[in-house]
């Protein structure tokens, strides 16, 4: 394969870059493969795949993109806005490693391990909040149901409506706490997609980090 084909068919896998970006990529590898004499086979088996190549490129871009915006992660965010746009960018990253991990057999254990933790990551979410809203709701039954029997039998209302009340006000802490745990389990999940988009990136070439 002759290089400018080869560096062509990269360009066209690198469309989440903007124009300036994929210039600055395209003439990077140009220059690297001109000063290391590789073409044809030898390129293919330096870099990989024109797909291979630029799914690299792209999770090792996304990594450093969200290493440069440390300071927008959820702990720092202060409103609504912010937290879905850091969530957002977080599933785009784990889109973009998935993306290339499919460029090669090699890593497709990894991709199936990653989407394991990913669904288990949603399902202990999920649980957390089912739990929560439960509890919440338990509460407030509670409390209208010790209202509502309360002229006939002061006393039980009075005891159902203070157990509802102090369930209800457990929530001040068991939000909190269940929030918490939902971002622990998601931080450790992007760790470990991380720590596979970088061994993915780097593939062991110092080359692939490129500037």
Known sequence: MENSIYFTQVKVYLNQLTVDEQEDVIRF???YAADAQLSGERL???LGTPKQLA???LVDYSLRL???DIHNTYEH???RQDRQNWIKQEFNLISIVLEGLLTSIVWVPAMLLILICLFATIGIAAIVIVALIYYLLTGLFQIIGGLAIMPSNW???LYQGGIGLIIVGLQFVAWP???TIIRTVFRALMRF???VGRRFSHKGKEVTHHA
Do not use: F, P
């Open 66 to 68: 969200e290493e440069d």
């Open 29 to 31: 590898y140009q220059e």
């Open 44 to 46: 293919i088996s330096e």
């Open 77 to 79: 965010e202060s409103t």
């Open 193 to 195: 997609v991380k720590y």
């Open 155 to 157: 006393a039980t209302g």
């Open 55 to 57: 799914r690299r490129i």
């Open 177 to 179: 706490v269940g929030v």
